[in-house]
């Protein structure tokens, strides 16, 4: 019997990042954002504006808090009976989390002026969001319907989250003060610009993977990702050794789990990650992949030789998978 090893490490540096990134998310909420009347992106700006349409229109004190669990628990259901995985426990957990806090945390303004509001409000919100991209989970809302989506068809929902902004800022204008919308779009800029520095705003990354187990790191990728790697021979400039840089295209949901495959065959192996902004040909999505995970067995390679051999059996095999679903 396997015995089962538990990366403790691992296990502490994510509940401290989990930690830290609730606690950024709530401090942006309740120190700058909320007091302020600044709305934030996605569906915690709705949650916001709702929460001010029941104080106004009904006289009911709902803390923005109640709201984002009421829109992340069925959310974070379809999203676990849809696809599963840690990305979605983790993500849901989060924003399940920081609605509690939100709640319970007293909401105190550290400034009155509505520039620097949006300014802080959103970079501690971006800040939040890319610490937890960065660690395998999301602050939950969009994030999981975006994975959902993109893990179900290959594509992004880049234009919905830009209509839901839009529309946040277009009701917070109308009815609470064009200024305030202003401050809203200078919020959510700014919250993408703290993402984008933390983490990868694309949804596609290519990645050359420059290592000296070249064999051992493509079984284990072809093992739990199946995605296509082209192997490209390669040689150390100031060391003279051989090596394989191996080049693959995948999404940003599936960064972190490739990361972590790479270097625990190769601890030493060189990642560098390219912006990719379209793809022409097959891109598998969830589905495909897993369907073909239960069809293939990828044969352990030796040789750059029986690697591109057992590439085209995936190929051929993958033909023979289509065939039978036709």
Do not use: C
């Amino acid at each position: 019997m396997k015995k089962i090893t538990i990366n403790w490490r691992k296990i502490l540096l994510t509940s401290i990042i989990f930690l830290a990134s609730s606690a950024i998310q709530v401090l942006s909420l309740n120190a700058f954002l909320i007091p302020n009347k600044v709305f934030s992106s996605g569906f915690n700006g709705i949650a916001q504006l709702l929460s001010l349409l029941f104080v106004h229109a009904f006289s009911l004190d709902l803390q923005t808090g109640i709201f984002i669990m009421i829109f992340n628990i069925p959310i974070g259901i379809i999203g676990w009976k849809m696809i599963g995985g840690r990305f979605t426990i983790l993500s849901f957990l989060n924003s399940i989390f920081v609605a509690v806090l939100q709640i319970v945390v007293p909401t105190h303004s550290l400034t009155t002026d509505p520039l620097l509001a949006s300014l802080f409000g959103g970079l501690l919100l971006g800040v939040s969001i890319g610490l937890a991209l960065r660690y395998g989970f999301s602050t939950g809302g969009m994030d999981i319907v975006a994975m959902v989506v993109q893990k179900r068809t290959g594509k992004s929902l880049g234009a919905l989250m830009n209509a839901i902004n839009f529309g946040v800022v277009l009701v917070a204008g109308a009815f609470i003060g064009w200024q305030n919308a202003l401050f809203t779009l200078i919020g959510i800029y700014a919250t993408g610009r703290a993402i984008d520095a933390l983490y990868t705003g694309y949804q596609k990354l290519t990645a050359l993977i420059v290592t000296s187990k070249g064999d051992d790191v493509v079984e284990a990728l072809h093992r739990d990702l199946i995605r296509g790697i082209t192997i490209l021979p390669s040689k150390g400039a100031y060391t003279k050794l051989d090596s394989m840089t191996l080049m693959m295209v995948l999404s940003r949901y599936e960064l972190v789990e490739m990361q972590e495959i790479v270097h625990e065959a190769d601890p030493k192996a060189f990642i560098n990650l390219i912006s990719t902004v379209s793809v022409s040909g097959e891109f598998f999505d969830a589905d495909r992949q897993l369907q073909m995970k239960k069809a293939i067995t990828v044969p352990k390679v030796e040789t750059v030789e029986a690697q591109l051999e057992a590439e085209q059996q995936l190929e051929a095999q993958l033909g023979q998978v289509e065939d039978n679903k036709n």
